[in-house]
């Protein structure tokens, strides 16, 4: 099976104990398990599959609605899933340095515009403003680096701005709201 494969549906297989579980997922007359483990890792991960486990059954299936679920609920989708649940650290990465960025660029912005500190005739002050303003600007520029090199590891690990929107689409699609 192909990775831009529309699927169908995905199944989470339960053990008896249901502890452990395989992912199968499934296109057309085509089936294949793309992994195997702890159901925890993923029940952590999914609204939907913890709200299946609470009803019981030997097997969570997922199934997307809509009528563009071809086009992200795709066997690559569910292997770049698979892979988050693995590292979830190499997306959380890029949020946290981003969202930093932003606000430090806020920041930024409004000391510029003047409105967090007034303009002083007191030398004092200003040399405050000034050493401050550095501050901020050397922390972006390390922010900006730090960007870039998260986003050369998740582009590493398989996560590209394409996809990774379809990630977001499932994630909406099945409650994975660390995926968000």
Known sequence: MEADAPLDCAHFLL???RTRCELVVSS??????????LLQPFSS???????????GGCSIKLEPSGDDAAS?????TMERFVRFVSTPEVLERVDSVDNELSQLEETL????????MQNSSAGEQENSNLQLLK?????RAILQKEKSMAFARAEAAGFSAKN???LMRFAQQFGASRLR
Not at 28 to 37: F, I, N, V, Y
Not at 72 to 76: E, I, L, Y
Not at 135 to 139: F, I, K, N, S, T
């Open 15 to 17: 053990t008896p104990t």
């Open 28 to 37: 057309g007359d085509q089936t294949e398990k793309l992994a195997s483990g």
């Open 45 to 55: 991960h999914i609204k939907a599959v913890n709200e299946e486990i609470d009803k």
């Open 72 to 76: 992200w609920f795709t066997k690559g």
């Open 109 to 116: 912005s409004r000391h510029n515009d003047g409105s967090v």
């Open 135 to 139: 501050a901020l600007e050397a922390r």
């Open 164 to 166: 990774t929107s379809d």
